[in-house]
């Protein structure tokens, strides 16, 4: 799948068509029309912008710092961490570019 | 994030049901969630992990939707080739990367009406609900009960194993969630679908009075036969019944010393080799031809005849 270069202006929104199942270590993710029929586990981290999503499409620096306020930390620090996860679930499909879309 | 490696049966549960019901949306066929966490989170059960994901498919869809779903990694579960009572009504679909079944039923047995007509019903009185945070459609609460009856009922002597629900409990919980109308609104969706009869046992101890059917049909018949059997032996006891000559021997022998293969499809459980399968016979004697007597007498006074049986 190519995916759009991820800035810090790029709007997500969660992929149209998901299903998720809260579990213990986290939530498990499926994209019902995934080709291979396999979910996803997002864990740690990736629960809170998963669920930041849930709420609505989000810039990706406006994921940064929701998630730095969350935390009490500096949006730079996590800045890299948060963009790389995104760039994974643009990859998988689980979220989706907002300008794509249009 | 990863791809999930050990995915739970609870989990598994949840979201291929929701998988099922979308790729059956998109295709245009209708499909009701079933029995396993969503009876229970309705209260028509306790709630409990399942270790299938059960769908009713519309009549006439199932092989379209599962023609579908291979394509996506899913396959049959190879099955022995067992005779039975109630006709075949589901398929068992797997795959290699999850730990439950999508059991996809063609129709409801002890749902005596006409299956499409049966499944119409069904739909219209369907709750759409969310499942796995996906939207999914199930029966409504009467029939959700008497889908559950109508397994328990089936499996008479699984009723104590935890595996079905005993019949006590679902009055308890038809009485939570139907009152103050629990009897009178169950006899009367049991008689929009076909199953006053099949149901009466569950009917009755809701206090509803039903007169046993003095001409029963064929299928309540064998529906009859099959409630007060357990597992096959009343149908390989109709095959046997129905056979002559040499397919008589065939069938014993398949009854008695089933293929490897079929034993294994049977009993995926075996432990691997001869020892399994000598083990598998073993179990299948000793359960089976102690069941033998009682299915005997339940054919004999069934009043069946011969060739009416199903195989």
């Keep these: ?91 998988a499909g689980l979220v989706e570019n907002e300008a794509a879309r249009s | 994030m990863s791809v999930v490696s050990t995915l739970d049966n609870a989990s598994a549960v949840d979201l291929a049901s929701a998988w099922v019901s979308h790729h059956a949306r998109a295709l245009g066929i209708r499909a009701l969630v079933i029995k396993g966490p969503l009876a229970g989170r309705l209260g028509l059960r306790a709630e409990r992990v399942s270790a299938d994901a059960d769908l009713l498919i519309e009549p006439g869809r199932l092989d379209e939707l599962t023609a579908h779903l291979s394509h996506f990694g899913w396959y049959e579960r190879p099955a022995g080739r067992v005779p039975r009572i109630v006709e075949a009504h589901s398929v068992s679909m797997i795959h290699d990367d999850w730990p439950i079944d999508l059991d996809l039923h063609s129709f409801w047995p002890g749902f005596l009406g006409e299956p499409a007509a049966v499944f119409d019903s069904l739909w219209s009185d369907r709750l759409e609900l969310s499942q796995a945070n996906a939207p999914v459609a199930a029966p409504g609460i009467a029939a959700g009960i008497l889908i559950l009856v109508l397994h328990s009922l089936r499996n008479p002597l699984t009723q104590h194993s935890g595996r079905v629900d005993t019949l006590e ?55 009859r036969v099959k409630s007060s059997t357990s597992g096959n032996v009343g149908a390989w006891l109709l095959d046997f019944r129905n056979a002559h000559g040499a397919q008589r021997v065939r069938i014993a022998q398949r009854a008695l010393l089933p293929a490897p293969s079929d034993l294994r499809a049977q009993h995926p459980e075996l432990p691997p080799g001869p020892h399994g399968v000598m083990l598998g016979w073993f179990r299948r004697w000793r359960t089976g031809l102690s ?21």
Excluded: Y
Aim: proline share 7%; net charge negative.
């Design chain 1, 1 to 91: 799948m190519t995916v759009p270069p991820l800035t810090a202006d790029t709007v997500l929104r969660r992929a149209a068509g998901t299903a998720e199942v809260e579990h213990n270590t986290g939530v498990v993710v499926l994209l019902l029309d995934s080709p291979d029929c396999r979910p996803f586990e997002l864990t740690g981290g990736g629960v809170g912008i998963w669920r930041s999503l849930g709420r609505g499409p989000r810039s990706a620096r406006g994921l940064v710092e929701e998630i730095a306020a969350g935390h009490e930390v500096d949006a730079s620090v996590i800045a890299p961490e948060v963009e790389a996860f995104l760039e994974d679930l643009l990859r």
């Design chain 2, 291 to 311: 069941e033998v007597p009682r299915a005997v007498t339940t054919i004999r006074r069934s009043g069946l005849p011969r060739r009416k049986a199903r195989g």
């Design chain 2, 169 to 223: 409990s679902l009055r308890q919980a038809a009485v939570a969630t139907l009152s103050p109308s629990a009897c009178e609104t169950l006899v009367a969706r049991a008689a929009e679908l076909g199953a006053v009869q099949t149901a009466a046992p569950f009917l009755r101890l809701l206090g509803a009075e039903i007169a046993p059917d003095a001409d029963p049909s064929d299928e309540l018949t064998l529906w």
